[in-house]
């Protein structure tokens, strides 16, 4: 079984990379009718890290789910066109983050051969995660910029801690959660009886950690995703409708204290509300937005004859918004789908494990991805307010591809291990 399905990825890798080069030349024609002059080795290049990358699962995870790589292919590849568009400088350290992202994904692979074995380092993930997502904050090497205390500075290199916290806190929260999840299904809100503050104080300082992010750090979007991502792991892990009756509960008092609080909260709602009334200030970004989408409808205006440069940051934050523009409403349908099939995938594979800390692992891994995608797209769409997030494998960003990059070989880690035992017991 494994060789079909490796063979199959292979063929939708391929057909990943020959889709990117398209849009690649497509966008070239569209802006000079002419041919890029580098499309061989475009081609070449990415064929040989995607490529690298699907030989590494042949050998070192063969009996993987074969969906998740071509998807990320796919998804980075789109991104890395529409960055090379917008801003060429920025696509030469894309390709750069693109290949350690890989890299960081085949070290991954060779470096932790048994998912399990992460579980009994539940603690020392508890403690770098809330190291990495409080780093911001310290005097030296923390920076501040667009008004997000989100950046640590090493020397000449910048990058996000809280993208890799975030895989951290979902290993301490898969292996704590299935070590206490029978005292923390025991809660009944007719009851009135809470969980033991020895119980749940590890969890309570984790979510403590995600309102320090949005109170000291002032990301709003980091924030979200840790609470949202607390609460659905407390509830897959018990099952227990209470937990997302007080995490909604949680969530309304937190918000109303924010907007209460901080101006740049009010700010940002009152932009989701009536970005119009704020065209030439603060809601300029979200309106070149909605008319980027408009100028795009339902095929788009067409590969590198659009404009999306006059949406500023629009190869970080509104990507989404480039791709309405250009591809139109089949473009960014295609790019919901092939997360929606990420999710699936990962969703599957937590499905089909058959240890519990795997089986919680692979969901919060996958609840991640999710999470972040719905938030900036939503953002980007007016759905929900605006946040700093990137869009996951699209995006302009070293921190969040090698972040997501790693994240997915472990998705793939633990989809090995359970077909391997899978077979075993067949065997």
């Given at each position: 079984?494994?060789?079909?399905r490796r063979?199959?990825?292979l063929?939708?890798?391929?057909?990943?990379v020959?889709?990117?080069?398209?849009?690649?030349a497509l966008?070239s024609?569209?802006?000079?009718?002419?041919l890029p002059?580098?499309?061989?080795?475009?081609?070449?290049v990415?064929l040989?890290?995607?490529?690298?990358?699907?030989i590494?699962?042949r050998f070192l995870?063969?009996?993987?789910?074969?969906?998740?790589?071509p998807?990320?292919?796919?998804?980075?590849?789109?991104?890395?066109?529409?960055i090379?568009?917008?801003?060429p400088?920025l696509?030469?350290?894309?390709?750069?983050?693109?290949g350690?992202?890989?890299?960081?994904?085949?070290?991954t692979?060779a470096l932790?051969?048994?998912?399990?074995d992460?579980?009994?380092?539940?603690y020392t993930?508890?403690?770098?995660?809330?190291?990495?997502?409080?780093?911001?904050?310290?005097?030296?090497?923390g920076?501040?910029?667009?008004?997000?205390?989100?950046?640590?500075?090493v020397?000449?290199?910048?990058?996000?801690?809280?993208?890799?916290?975030?895989?951290?806190?979902a290993?301490?929260?898969?292996?704590?959660?299935?070590?206490?999840?029978?005292?923390?299904?025991?809660?009944?809100?007719?009851q009135?009886?809470l969980?033991?503050?020895?119980?749940?104080?590890?969890?309570l300082?984790?979510?403590?950690?995600?309102?320090v992010?949005?109170?000291?750090?002032?990301?709003l979007?980091?924030?979200?995703?840790?609470?949202?991502?607390?609460?659905l792991?407390?509830?897959?892990a018990?099952?227990?409708?209470?937990?997302?009756?007080?995490?909604?509960?949680?969530?309304?008092?937190?918000?109303?204290?924010?907007y209460?609080?901080?101006e740049?909260?009010q700010?940002?709602?009152g932009?989701?509300?009536?970005?119009?009334?704020?065209?030439?200030?603060q809601g300029?970004q979200?309106v070149?937005?909605a008319?980027?989408f408009?100028?795009?409808?339902?095929a788009?205006t067409?590969?590198?004859l659009?404009?999306?440069?006059?949406?500023p940051?629009?190869a970080t934050?509104?990507?989404?918004?480039?791709?309405?523009?250009?591809l139109?409403?089949?473009?960014?349908t295609?790019?919901?789908?092939?997360?929606v099939?990420?999710?699936?995938?990962?969703?599957?594979?937590?499905?089909?494990?058959?240890?519990?800390?795997?089986?919680?692992?692979a969901?919060?891994?996958?609840?991640?991805i999710?999470?972040q995608a719905?938030?900036i797209?939503g953002?980007?769409t007016?759905l929900?307010p605006l946040?700093?997030l990137?869009?996951?494998?699209?995006?302009y960003?070293?921190?969040?591809?090698?972040?997501?990059?790693?994240?997915?070989?472990?998705?793939?880690r633990v989809?090995d291990?359970?077909a391997r035992?899978?077979?075993?017991?067949?065997?």
């Amino acid at each position: 079984m494994k060789q079909p399905r490796r063979n199959a990825e292979l063929g939708l890798i391929i057909l990943a990379v020959l889709l990117t080069g398209a849009l690649y030349a497509l966008v070239s024609l569209g802006r000079s009718a002419s041919l890029p002059a580098n499309i061989v080795p475009f081609l070449g290049v990415i064929l040989a890290l995607f490529g690298g990358a699907h030989i590494a699962i042949r050998f070192l995870a063969p009996d993987a789910d074969g969906m998740l790589l071509p998807l990320a292919a796919v998804l980075n590849g789109i991104g890395y066109v529409f960055i090379a568009r917008l801003d060429p400088d920025l696509a030469g350290l894309q390709a750069v983050w693109t290949g350690l992202g890989i890299g960081a994904f085949v070290g991954t692979l060779a470096l932790l051969r048994r998912a399990r074995d992460l579980e009994r380092y539940r603690y020392t993930f508890a403690v770098l995660g809330v190291v990495l997502l409080l780093m911001p904050l310290l005097p030296v090497i923390g920076r501040n910029i667009n008004g997000a205390r989100l950046w640590v500075r090493v020397g000449t290199i910048n990058f996000q801690p809280a993208e890799l916290a975030k895989i951290a806190l979902a290993v301490f929260f898969a292996a704590y959660l299935v070590e206490k999840r029978e005292l923390l299904s025991e809660f009944r809100i007719t009851q009135g009886r809470l969980p033991d503050l020895r119980i749940v104080g590890p969890l309570l300082l984790a979510w403590g950690a995600s309102l320090v992010v949005m109170t000291a750090q002032r990301d709003l979007g980091s924030s979200l995703l840790f609470f949202a991502f607390f609460i659905l792991m407390v509830w897959m892990a018990t099952a227990r409708g209470a937990y997302l009756s007080i995490g909604l509960g949680l969530f309304a008092m937190g918000a109303f204290f924010a907007y209460s609080t901080f101006e740049h909260v009010q700010s940002r709602i009152g932009v989701w509300v009536d970005p119009w009334s704020k065209a030439s200030g603060q809601g300029f970004q979200v309106v070149q937005a909605a008319y980027a989408f408009g100028s795009g409808g339902f095929a788009g205006t067409g590969p590198g004859l659009g404009s999306p440069g006059s949406i500023p940051a629009a190869a970080t934050d509104f990507i989404f918004a480039a791709v309405g523009e250009e591809l139109g409403l089949l473009g960014t349908t295609a790019v919901v789908v092939a997360f929606v099939l990420m999710v699936g995938s990962g969703l599957r594979i937590a499905l089909r494990a058959d240890q519990p800390f795997e089986q919680l692992l692979a969901a919060g891994l996958t609840v991640i991805i999710g999470l972040q995608a719905f938030i900036i797209i939503g953002g980007v769409t007016r759905l929900v307010p605006l946040t700093g997030l990137t869009l996951p494998f699209m995006s302009y960003g070293g921190s969040s591809l090698l972040a997501n990059y790693v994240l997915l070989a472990m998705l793939i880690r633990v989809s090995d291990d359970t077909a391997r035992r899978a077979r075993r017991q067949v065997g």
